[in-house]
């Protein structure tokens, strides 16, 4: 007889273990799939904010186009053009042979972003010379 008690004791502990490891198993695998998806959020941030930058960078360059497209018959003048990615605006100054074109862009959307370029340069008749460039964030 008490070898049969012993028995049905050993399986109740057995099983108590089993549905322990079970719970701590689910814990640790839940744990696992928040860790995942914080860091699939951060990610998810992260191009977010690049694809803002590069779209801002690519309208800031735009908006310096867009303003020497005057540059031989004008002496200055500014441009802009807004579309659902953005705004870009772009000033010319030109003062005798020298000039500075600067374009401005502004990213739209989920994250905002803005970016800046000036360049600078002189004309020889028809030709465009670009002496210096600079990008700002």
């Known amino acids: 007889m008490s070898t049969c008690s012993r028995a049905r004791t050993n399986r109740r502990s057995e099983h108590g273990i089993v549905l322990v ?14 860790l995942m998806m914080m860091d699939a959020s ?19 360059e735009n908006g310096a186009e867009l303003a020497a497209a005057q540059m031989i018959v004008k002496p200055g003048g500014v441009a802009s053009y807004q579309d659902d990615q953005g ?4 000033t010319y100054n030109r003062s005798g ?3 500075v074109l600067t374009g401005e862009g502004r990213a739209e959307g989920i994250v905002t972003q803005r970016s800046r370029v000036r360049v600078q340069g ?3 008749g028809t030709r465009v010379i670009i002496d210096y460039s600079e990008h700002m964030q």
């Open 122 to 124: 002189r004309i020889d």
């Open 87 to 90: 705004l870009m605006k772009g």
């Open 97 to 99: 042979n020298d000039y």
């Open 42 to 60: 951060r990610s998810l941030s992260e191009a977010q904010r690049f694809r803002a930058r590069i779209v801002a960078d690519t309208l800031a």
């Open 21 to 34: 490891a079970a719970l701590v198993l689910a814990v640790l695998y839940f744990a696992l799939m928040e």
